[in-house]
């Protein structure tokens, strides 16, 4: 596994290698002893599927505020996705910007999702499955998140967004009460 960091501090690309012989190829999704610097020795509490229909559809933008902050490792397992982290930190330098990434099961690379950014992403492909790692087990008392389309943060889609859950509709857009 090779980790490349991202203008986002604790935001990270994790490159995996398979092997490919003539029966096929092997790779490793996680471990712990190569991610442990990612994951700053955090325990992996949930993993998560996701199936989402629709090219242009979108989910997110999610975390979880303490106590339950949580990092995520995200792998896309099945079509194609472009994957997005956002900064909502309150005293980082890097508070409100964004950093995405295409995941695709050909380029085999995972985004390390740090406590206090927002996750989330756009289906390219029909059908696109996505694995996620979880720090922490979700606790709805403790979800926050931030609108895919706030002009605050001004993220980039690829193309118009056609769907998204009436959860994900409401988030809310960053305002002056705004406090990371």
């Given at each position: 596994m090779k980790i490349r960091t991202t203008p986002i501090e604790g935001v990270a690309i994790v490159e995996t290698t398979p092997f490919i012989d003539h029966r096929g190829s092997f790779s490793r999704l996680f471990c712990d002893d190569e991610l442990r610097v990612v994951l700053k020795s955090r325990t992996i509490k949930?993993?998560?599927h996701s199936c989402t229909h629709s090219v242009g559809a979108?989910?997110?933008l999610h975390m979880q505020k303490p106590p339950h902050a949580e990092m995520k490792l995200i792998r896309c397992l099945k079509g194609g996705v472009?994957?997005?982290a956002v900064d909502l930190r309150k005293d980082s330098p890097t508070l409100l910007q964004w950093f995405a990434l295409e995941l695709t099961p050909e380029n085999r690379c995972m985004?390390?999702?740090?406590?206090?950014?927002?996750?989330?992403f756009q289906v390219?492909?029909?059908?696109?499955?996505?694995?996620?790692?979880?720090t922490a087990a979700y606790t709805p008392s403790t979800e926050h998140?931030?609108?895919p389309a706030d002009p605050a943060i001004g993220i980039h889609w690829p193309r118009a967004i056609t769907e998204m859950s009436?959860?994900?509709?409401?988030l809310p857009l960053i305002d002056e009460n705004f406090t990371g």
């Amino acid at each position: 596994m090779k980790i490349r960091t991202t203008p986002i501090e604790g935001v990270a690309i994790v490159e995996t290698t398979p092997f490919i012989d003539h029966r096929g190829s092997f790779s490793r999704l996680f471990c712990d002893d190569e991610l442990r610097v990612v994951l700053k020795s955090r325990t992996i509490k949930q993993i998560n599927h996701s199936c989402t229909h629709s090219v242009g559809a979108v989910r997110g933008l999610h975390m979880q505020k303490p106590p339950h902050a949580e990092m995520k490792l995200i792998r896309c397992l099945k079509g194609g996705v472009w994957d997005v982290a956002v900064d909502l930190r309150k005293d980082s330098p890097t508070l409100l910007q964004w950093f995405a990434l295409e995941l695709t099961p050909e380029n085999r690379c995972m985004l390390v999702i740090p406590e206090g950014c927002a996750h989330g992403f756009q289906v390219l492909q029909p059908d696109s499955e996505m694995l996620y790692l979880h720090t922490a087990a979700y606790t709805p008392s403790t979800e926050h998140g931030c609108h895919p389309a706030d002009p605050a943060i001004g993220i980039h889609w690829p193309r118009a967004i056609t769907e998204m859950s009436e959860r994900d509709s409401t988030l809310p857009l960053i305002d002056e009460n705004f406090t990371g």
